[in-house]
C-alpha cells in the first residue's frame, strides 16, 4: 500500500458538506489521492439516502466527521472558519441552497482566494428541472442512456454507477483537481460546477457519433455492445450462473469459437452479420448451458477469447487477479482498495 504521505494530493485540506452518492464518493477519491477530508454534517440526521451503520460506511470512512448547524449563527461561523482554512469545498445542495445558508461561493473566495469550491447538483443550475428532487435512475432517464441498457422489453437499472459515480462524482472530481492544477500556476482558486445528468451525458458522446454514423440503432439489445451481438453478451452456464463474452475483434472471436469448439459449425467470416446473429446466439447458448461457469473460466485462461466469469461482489474481492493488483482488502470487510497507483 502506497505511504498517504507519498500520495499527490497530501496535506490537500478539503472540507465536505454532508451529502449523498457521488460528493462522498467524489470526496473519498480525492481522499485516496491522499487529500485530508473534513465533513461537515448537521447534528440531526436529514435522512438523505439509504441508512447504514456507520462502520460499513465506505464512501465516508477516513474523513474527519464534524457535526455543525449550519443555520445557526455559530455553527456558520465555524463552517466560515474551517472553509477559510482549506483548500476544496465540495458541495451537493440543490441550486441557491448553499447562497442561502450564507456561503455564496464570491463571498467564500473574498476571504480564501485560493479556495476551489466543486459544485454538483442533480438537474442542472438552470432549467424546468433544477429545483425538483431526483436519484441516478431519473436522471439517466432523461439522457438517453437508460433507454439503452437492457433487454428488448424494458430497460434496466445499471446500479447507481452510472449517474451518480462515473457520471457526476468522476465529473466533479476531474473538474476540482483542473482547478487545482490552473490554481498552482495562477494562484487563484474558483468555482467547478457541473450536475449528476450533465455528468451522465458526458459518457454518452461515443453513442451520438456511432448514430451519426448508422453504426447504431435506437433501442436495447440490437447493436454492437448492448448485447444485440451474440459475441458481446452475457451466457448463461449449466450451473446457472454466467459468463460474459467481448470477442469483438475477428482475432479474439476466432478463438473465441476455438475455445467453445464451435470453429466448424460457426462461420468467422460471418461475425458481423446481422442476418446470423439470433443463430449465432443460440448455437452459443446452447455450448454455454453444456458447462460450469469456473469450467469455462478455466478453458478461456490462457487464450484471448475475451471470456471471463460473471463474479459477485464477494467472488470479485477474493478472486486472485484482482488481489494480485491489490484492488481489494479484507478488513475489516471486504472492501475495494486503492485502485490508482503511483511512483516517482
Not at 433507454?147 to 449517474?163: C, R, S
Not at 462461420?267 to 448451458?289: C, G, I, K
Request: proline share 7%; charged share 20%.
Amino acid at each position: 500500500m502506497t505511504d498517504s504521505a507519498a500520495l499527490p494530493l497530501a496535506g490537500l485540506k478539503i472540507i465536505e458538506l454532508h451529502a449523498i452518492g457521488p460528493v462522498p464518493f467524489a470526496g473519498q477519491l480525492l481522499r485516496g489521492l491522499g487529500a485530508d477530508v473534513t465533513r461537515i454534517s448537521p447534528p440531526a440526521d436529514p435522512g438523505l439516502g439509504v441508512s447504514s451503520d456507520p462502520k460499513f460506511d465506505v464512501s465516508n470512512a477516513g474523513k474527519r466527521p464534524v457535526a455543525i448547524d449550519m443555520k445557526s449563527a455559530d455553527g456558520l461561523a465555524q463552517a466560515r472558519s474551517l472553509i477559510d482554512a482549506a483548500d476544496v469545498l465540495l458541495e451537493g445542495f440543490r441550486p441557491g441552497v448553499l447562497e442561502r445558508l450564507g456561503l455564496a461561493p464570491a463571498q467564500l473566495l473574498a476571504s480564501n482566494p485560493r479556495l476551489v469550491v466543486g459544485r454538483l447538483s442533480g438537474w442542472g443550475s438552470s432549467g424546468p428541472l433544477a429545483e425538483r428532487a431526483g436519484h441516478d435512475i431519473n436522471y439517466l432517464g432523461l439522457t438517453g442512456l437508460l433507454n439503452g441498457i437492457g433487454a428488448k422489453d424494458a430497460p434496466v437499472p445499471p446500479l447507481n454507477v452510472v449517474g451518480d459515480y462515473g457520471g457526476g462524482a468522476m465529473h466533479l472530481a476531474v473538474g476540482v483537481l483542473a482547478a487545482l492544477v490552473r490554481r498552482g500556476i495562477d494562484g487563484r482558486g474558483g468555482v467547478v460546477e457541473s450536475s449528476i445528468l450533465a455528468g451522465s451525458v458526458g459518457l454518452s458522446p461515443i453513442f451520438y457519433g456511432l448514430l451519426a454514423a448508422g453504426a447504431w440503432k435506437i433501442g436495447r439489445g440490437v447493436n454492437l455492445l448492448d448485447g444485440g451481438a451474440p459475441y458481446y453478451r452475457v451466457y448463461r452456464t449449466s450451473d446457472d450462473r454466467f459468463v460474459a463474452v467481448g470477442a469483438i475483434e475477428p482475432k479474439f472471436y476466432a478463438q473465441l469459437l476455438k475455445v467453445t469448439g464451435l470453429e466448424g459449425t460457426l462461420d468467422p467470416r460471418r461475425q458481423n452479420d446481422r442476418a446470423t446473429w439470433d443463430e449465432t446466439a443460440r448455437v452459443l447458448a446452447e455450448r454455454f448451458a453444456t458447462r460450469t461457469r469456473d469450467d469455462w473460466a478455466a478453458a478461456a485462461a490462457s487464450s484471448d477469447a475475451c471470456l471471463t466469469p460473471v463474479l459477485d461482489f464477494l467472488e470479485a474481492a477474493a478472486h486472485p487477479h484482482n488481489l494480485a493488483n491489490g484492488l481489494y482488502r479484507a478488513e475489516p470487510f471486504p472492501q475495494p482498495d486503492r485502485t490508482i497507483a503511483f511512483a516517482r
